[in-house]
């Protein structure tokens, strides 16, 4: 398959109340994804108490939330994946994160850890505001020789 035909992913869609997507809400949301993250509200996208977008560095990379009247709920293992290309910009999205978290406690942040699985070490924290889904920031580390793409 050529790459132009490999499928990839683009958005992660949630539900959320109406109260969540007001203007103060969507505010809180953005303050905190756009200070940790570097993510962007798609004005043109915004309807009070319906819809936010998320612009997360690409028109077609984005957080889809919308207001539902039964919103999703998830436990502390849903979530979904970011990857940063180095420890070292992993443990500045960590440090943002935790500067806001002196702010308002309501961000939920499980410690950075590494897991090593011999031609991988892999380096990784967990971070949730407001949200259902919990967001899990990772590094890939390869040991030498070893291919990023195949693992071998």
């Known amino acids: 398959m050529s790459t132009a035909a490999i499928p990839r992913f683009n958005h992660v869609a949630m539900s959320l ?3 969540a997507l007001s203007e103060s809400g969507r505010s ?9 993250f570097g993510w962007t509200e798609m004005p043109t996208m915004t309807v009070d108490r319906e819809r936010l977008v998320l612009r997360c560095h690409s028109h077609e990379q984005f957080v889809f939330l919308h207001a539902a009247d039964e919103p999703m709920h998830c436990g502390n293992h849903e979530h979904w994946g970011l990857s940063v ?3 070292e910009a992993l443990d500045a999205l960590l440090a943002r994160a935790e500067k806001f978290r002196d702010g308002d406690v309501r961000v939920e942040i499980d410690a950075r850890k590494t897991e090593d699985f011999t031609v991988l070490q892999l380096h990784s924290f967990y971070v949730r505001y407001l949200l259902p889904l919990v967001v899990e920031v990772q590094c890939y580390d390869w040991a030498e020789g070893f291919d990023d793409q195949t693992g071998t």
């Not at 809180?28 to 940790?36: E, K, N, S, T």
């Open 28 to 36: 809180d949301l953005l303050a905190f994804y756009g200070d940790v």
């Open 85 to 87: 290309d180095s420890p």
């Open 17 to 19: 109340s109406a109260d």
